[in-house]
Each structure stands twice: as C-alpha cells, then as structure tokens.
C-alpha cells in the first residue's frame, strides 16, 4: 500500500462531519490493507507512531525538502524509515536524524509531507482516534464492537488486535484475556457534585471510599515475580521496591491489584501529589530517592486473584476477595450504603466525605457494589465528589511571561476534549503557577512546540493539567462557547494521557451557571 492512500483517508475523514462516515472510511482502508501493513495503518490512521515518541521535532520539519512529483513511497518503506529514526541514539544523533527525516520527506509528495509533519508531531486531528478506529476495525472484521473493545482493554493494542482478527477472524478476540503480568487499562470515575446526589444517581448499594491523592498503579504478582504499572501501562516496578515488597509478602498468588501509591508526612498528613510524582518519576538513585520518601500502597480494587480473572464480579465480590489477600492496613478506608433512600445513611456518608477531606484526602470515590469492573473506560458505576470543582484539560499553547516571568512559558491555552478527538479552547490561566511550576512547564512544552512567533507557543496537545474553577460562564471569546470563571493551574498531570482530559460536554454542562461574559468594559 503507498503512504498516499493514507495521506488521502486522513484527509477525507477529517473533512467528513459525521461519525458513521469517519467510521467507514477507515473501514475500508483497513479492509484492504495486507495483514503485515494493518497494524502500521491502524496506529498512522489513529494518530500515534508504532515506534512511539522518535525525538523529531519542529526544528527538523519547519523546511522540508522539495516533495516528490509523484507517489511512490510505500507503507513498508515508511514504517522502515521510522524505525530507523527511533534507534538513532548517541553523539550525532540530532543531526542524524534531521539526514534521516529530510530523506524521507524527500520521497514523499506534498499530501505526503503533510500527513507525515502530523503523524511526527502529533497532530493527525482527523477524528480518527481510539474510539473510531475501534469501530472501523470491527466493522473491517465483521466483529462486534464490545468484542473488539474489551480485547483492546485487556491487550492494551488496537493495532494488535486488529492483527489477530483480520488473520483469525472474530474467534481471536476469545484469545485476549486478562494475564498476569500483563497491565490492562485502568477503570475511571465520572463526577458527582456531592456524594447523596452520587449515591442517589447509582441508585443501588455503593461503597465510599477515600479518594487518595496518589499515584495510580496497577499491581501483578506471579509467583516471585512483581510487576508494577501506571495508568498509562509503564513499568515502574524497579522505582518502587517497596510496593514490590508489599506485594510479595501477600499471602495470595496470581493476583492483579488495583491502587495509589501515597506518602504521608511526619503529622501523618499525605503528601502532596507532586513530591510523590517526583519520588515514583526518579530513574537514578532509588535507594536515596527512597530514603528521602518512603511511599506506600493503598489498594482498592482486584482484578485477578489466585490466577483467576474477577474483572466481571460485581464490586462487593470483588472487594471480599481484596479483603482476603491484602491486609486492613493496605486496603482503602470505606464505609457502605446499603439503601440509596436511607437518610440515616446517607448522613453517615456525607460525614466520611468530611472526615476524609479533615484526614488530607481529595474527596471520595462512590461505587456502585453490583457493577463489574469495566476496564479503560470512564464508566458511571464509578462517581468522584471532590469539595472543589476541577477539570483535567489540555495545553494547546502557552504565551511567553514577562516581569519575572520573563523567559518562561506562562498564560496556559486551555482545551477540552470534543467528540471527535480534537480539543476545542475554552479559555487562558497563569493563575496558581509557583515558580517551580513554571520552569517545569517551559521544558516540557519546549519539547511539545510546534510553533512559536515569538509571543505564543503552539504546542501539541499531550499536556494535561489540573484546573481549578468557580464556575462556567458563556462567553464568545472562544470556540467552546464558555469559559472558566477564576481558572487556575492546580497541577500539571504528566501521569495522564490526552484522552483522559474532560470532554467539553461536561465543561458546558458546569458545577453552576454564571452571568454571560460581557467581555472588557
């Protein structure tokens, strides 16, 4: 297949308004693509690289050689130009790759050089992202698209699965079950504004759990050996030896657990997020870092146990099996409403909320007891009631400071996810940005600018940060159609993936309603 079949389908679908015909577009470039391209086509068409990030840039793509006169360029030549980037390594290497980009693009046409500056920065906005592809490789299959995607949840690869059913057929997707020691994606929590309106919504019996402010891991034991996974699926067993020999000394084999990891301080007080995202984001010299922060697990959730699979146990199943394999002291504090009309119990529930924010913690976790656990998706089983409202958007772009903050990346461009994929600005902050924050941000958007006209940096949209607010107002500044009122940066959350960040319908629908926005007087 020529990469100018792609370059021509991610434009279509970009252009294409509706999801069905997105849908099908792809659906039929992945039905006619040889088993050996399908997995290249599904990643170039859903937005990401096979080799994942290969240290190309801006600076390497902002002048391209003259394109070719004519489309000859492979999908095979292609994937093997790019897997010649990402090995480049060593003194030189910059250089080498900018030889190494500027072939490539020499070979392409201009469609071509276009789709490929995209697919390097990140920047294939076509709609065509996870939640498409799934359904277009399930219709290329003839599969059911549930099928497809809990194989998807329990592998962590769409293009692998798309793989196993175009050679197997609808049956491979019977072969994707949950290992051990293999990472599946994370369950997640929609929001509730307090937890009676949370208890009131699941309407069934629900556990409260403290909502830790930690980080999230994914737990494997398989015998001797531990494995420890974020939420994003990296392996960060070799930071956190001390959560592997939490793990080891269970009296439990074959297990699959599902937790934070907190600190807490000399008062017993937790620790804020951002010294433990330093301690777990440390590579070098573990033995100091833990010394200097001592972390601990908390679980709340199992998905395997003795080998057995429990992601379909309903949640008081499944956390009777927690209590057996991991002691009181590593499992979350909880309290159960047992009748969503009880006022009594609900009272007691409204205290833990109060306790746990008194003890240090985010808020609480509401938890339907009769639901299975739904890997990767933000399901409505699962409802968070945080005392502030938040939002986890994306960094578009950042405007340079000045004053102080001269020579830093301050006022963050905000976004909210869209339907299709892409992310849509609702509004600027600098609010609440410490000095540390700042030159952390600098870097690490550095690393993410497309452009930069010397007032505002264009970034790509990888970024998520925690933004605090008083509450939505309209506002025709923006293409949102609203804004944050009082928006300021709680955190960045380099743990999250773009995908993760709050789809602009729940922004729209906001905690309040607010006057309109007049704009300057």
């Known amino acids: 297949m020529l990469l100018a079949r792609l370059a021509e389908v991610s434009r279509d679908v970009a252009a294409a308004s509706a999801r069905s015909r997105k849908t099908a577009l792809l659906a039929e470039v992945f039905a006619d693509a040889a088993p050996e391209e399908l997995g290249p086509v599904v990643s170039y068409l859903s937005g990401r690289l096979p080799q994942g990030r290969i240290g190309v840039g801006w600076s390497t793509l902002k002048d391209p050689p003259p394109p070719a006169a004519s489309a000859a360029l492979t999908l095979a030549e292609t994937d093997a130009a790019l897997t010649a ?49 799934l359904e277009a490789v399930a219709r290329a299959a003839g599969a059911a698209p549930a099928a497809v995607r809990r194989a998807v949840m329990l592998d962590g690869s769409l293009p692998r699965v798309a793989a196993a059913v175009r050679a197997d057929g609808p049956a491979a997707l019977d072969r994707f079950r949950l290992r051990v020691g293999t990472p599946v994606l994370p369950m997640l929590a929609h929001t509730a504004a307090s937890v009676t309106e949370a208890v009131r919504t699941l309407d069934t019996a629900c556990s409260v759990e403290e909502k830790l402010d930690g980080i999230r891991v994914q737990v494997h034991r398989d015998g001797a050996e531990v494995r420890i996974h974020t939420r994003s699926l990296d392996d960060i067993t070799d930071r956190l030896p001390e959560v592997a020999a939490v793990a080891r000394a269970l009296a439990g084999d074959g297990f699959v657990l599902d937790g934070e990891v907190i600190a807490v301080d000399r008062n017993g007080r937790p620790v804020a997020f951002q010294e433990i995202a330093a301690r777990v984001g440390s590579r070098t010299d573990v033995a100091t870092a833990r010394a200097a922060l001592p972390v601990t697990p908390v679980f709340f959730d199992v998905l395997a146990a003795d080998g057995a699979d429990t992601l379909d146990l309903p949640g008081d199943e499944r956390h009777a099996a927690l209590a057996r394999l991991v002691p009181e002291e590593f499992r979350v504090r909880r309290t159960v409403v047992t009748d969503p009309a009880d006022g009594a119990q609900l009272a007691a529930a409204e205290d833990f909320l109060t306790r746990s924010l008194a003890r240090g913690q985010e808020g609480v976790l509401v938890k339907a007891l009769d639901a299975p656990y739904v890997a990767g998706r933000r399901g409505r089983a699962w409802l968070k009631v945080k005392p502030v409202h938040t939002l986890d958007l994306v960094v578009v772009a950042a405007e340079w400071g000045h004053g102080r903050r001269t020579g830093l990346l301050s006022n963050l461009h905000l976004a909210a996810r869209a339907a299709d994929g892409s992310f849509v600005m609702l509004g600027k902050t600098f609010k609440g940005l410490t000095d540390e924050m700042l030159r952390w941000q600098t870097r690490r958007l550095g690393e993410l600018a497309v452009s930069d006209d010397g007032f505002t940096v264009r970034v790509r949209p990888e970024l998520v940060v925690e ?10 500044r923006y293409p949102a159609g609203v804004t944050l009122r009082f928006a300021r940066v709680v955190r960045h959350r380099p743990d999250k993936q773009p995908g993760e960040a709050d789809a602009i319908e729940q922004v729209s629908a906001g905690p309040s309603p607010a006057p309109p926005d007049r704009g300057p007087v």
């Open 85 to 133: 980037l990402a090995r480049v390594a060593g003194a030189g290497a910059q250089g080498e790759r900018r030889r190494l980009a500027r072939a490539l693009l020499a070979a392409a046409t201009a469609p071509e050089q276009h789709f490929l500056t995209g697919l390097l920065l990140g920047e294939v906005r076509q709609g065509a992202l996870d939640a498409i592809a």
């Open 467 to 476: 933004i605090a607010y008083d509450g939505v107002q309209r506002s025709s």
